[in-house]
């Protein structure tokens, strides 16, 4: 299951973020997924391997609001720009959940990647921005 359209670009965003947050699966397959055993990954400026990204999952689905996830009150995941050109991906998009206490985290991210010759991901250099939101 690889990358070889901006929207199936679109879709792994959607998807990914989703199945890691409030998934049952296991976030290893769902790495293995979208993401080649030897990904990079780095979010402002911190590299992420494989065994943190897998230990992030858990305080996250501890955390997220699932029932409001599933909803569809508001998008979770909204897409302003999905581009690939070659094995080149990048991406604009905003990210909005909703905490098991109440709270909202909203981050708008900026992604830039290169994918491997099957359309898994190689590399991720991402910087996000926290907004505030009413």
Do not use: C
Request: proline share 4%.
């Amino acid at each position: 299951m690889g990358i070889s359209s901006e929207h199936d670009l679109a879709d792994f965003l959607v998807t990914y973020t989703r199945d890691m947050a409030v998934s049952d699966e296991d976030p290893g397959t769902i790495l293995d997924r979208y993401f080649v055993p030897d990904f990079e990954y780095r979010n402002d400026g911190l590299v992420i391997d494989r065994q943190r990204m897998i230990d992030h999952v858990r305080p996250v689905r501890r955390n997220v609001d699932a029932a409001h996830m599933a909803s569809g009150d508001r998008p979770a995941v909204e897409i302003h720009e999905a581009l690939l050109s070659g094995d080149r991906i990048a991406a604009r998009w905003t990210l909005r959940t909703r905490l098991r206490k109440g709270k909202t985290f909203a981050a708008e991210i900026y992604m830039f990647g290169h994918l491997a010759p099957d359309g898994r991901i190689q590399r991720i250099d991402q910087i996000t921005r926290e907004l505030t939101e009413d």
